[in-house]
């Protein structure tokens, strides 16, 4: 079983070195190989290239889309947005578990039962049904600088803000149980009796002791993301066309099912193996990191 793990692990984390790259490469290249000219504006991503629904092969190994334009330029670039909000995303998860997590053991308990009973209450929302509610209030908002709100309309800031208030309170769960447990432990008793602070202490003493298991989780929760940031693409309230996502070409396949039912097998193929390689590299990285399993 433990082979088996380790076999999966490296398997998941091989196809996820190859997707970075296939993401942040592919793109660039498909510009070059479409508009040899080397004409600056040109973007593989949004042109349209040819006719619409064109037949795989030649210049265009994945065909073309509705529009005319290069499947695979888009599949590329889905995946840069599905890994930047993915990362960004628990990125800030992790600051806000950790800080959050922190209060709860070692705060005053007026102000850790409070903190703790709000992100007790996080878990009565749907995560979906949340991040719905929350991108309908970002995008709402008001802005008034226009670059900032051309950014805004894209649906990446929003769509980053929803999921992190969704994703955090998990992690402070988490942070907050392993340091509870940590806490009454020799080295940490001896470390607070000599007058080290809270934060020398988590950072010193816990933090080692903890960070494995919070990188696997994390790694599980990068999964949670991709497929939550998909799934509001789908429902058209994540990222915005023209910009290209995952969820959001299973959205546009899906209206053009029945004349071309191809066109949903590539995004649904990208979606599907990211979020199980995902799930095996948190799953080994639990096995070999997490102490309990020493």
Request: glycine share 10%.
């Amino acid at each position: 079983m433990k082979r088996k793990r380790n076999w999966l692990m490296w398997l998941g984390g091989g196809y996820l070195i190859a997707l970075v790259v296939f993401s942040f490469v592919m793109p660039l290249l498909r510009s070059s190989q479409l508009h040899p000219t080397g004409v600056d504006t040109f973007d593989a991503v949004t042109a349209i290239v040819d006719k619409p629904f064109l037949d795989r092969g030649g210049q265009y190994p994945l065909g073309t889309d509705e529009l005319g334009r290069d499947v695979l330029s888009r599949l590329a670039q889905g995946g840069r947005t599905s890994l930047i909000i993915g990362l960004t995303v628990q990125g800030i998860a992790l600051l806000l578990g950790l800080i959050v997590g922190t209060v709860g053991v070692y705060a005053p308990k007026w102000i850790r039962e409070p903190v703790m009973r709000l992100t007790d209450a996080m878990f009565a929302f749907p995560d979906i049904l949340l991040g719905m509610l929350l991108i309908g209030a970002f995008s709402s908002a008001s802005v008034a600088n226009p670059a900032l709100r051309s950014i805004v309309e894209q649906g990446t800031i929003p769509v980053i803000a929803a999921l992190a208030c969704t994703a955090w309170p998990s992690i402070a769960r988490l942070v907050r149980s392993q340091i509870a447990s940590l806490k009454d432990r020799e080295y940490v008793v001896a470390a607070k009796a000599s007058g080290a602070s809270t934060f020398y202490i988590v950072t010193r003493h816990v933090l080692p002791q903890i960070w494995g298991i919070l990188l696997a989780v994390s790694m599980v929760e990068l999964a949670g993301t991709i497929l939550a940031e998909a799934t509001l693409s789908f429902l058209g309230i994540g990222i915005r066309p023209p910009n290209p996502s995952w969820g959001g070409m299973l959205n546009t396949a899906r209206q053009n099912m029945q004349a071309h039912p191809e066109s949903l097998i590539p995004p649904a193929i990208m979606l599907s193996v990211s979020i199980f390689a995902l799930s095996f590299v948190g799953d080994g990285l639990r096995a070999k990191l997490d102490p309990k399993n020493r």
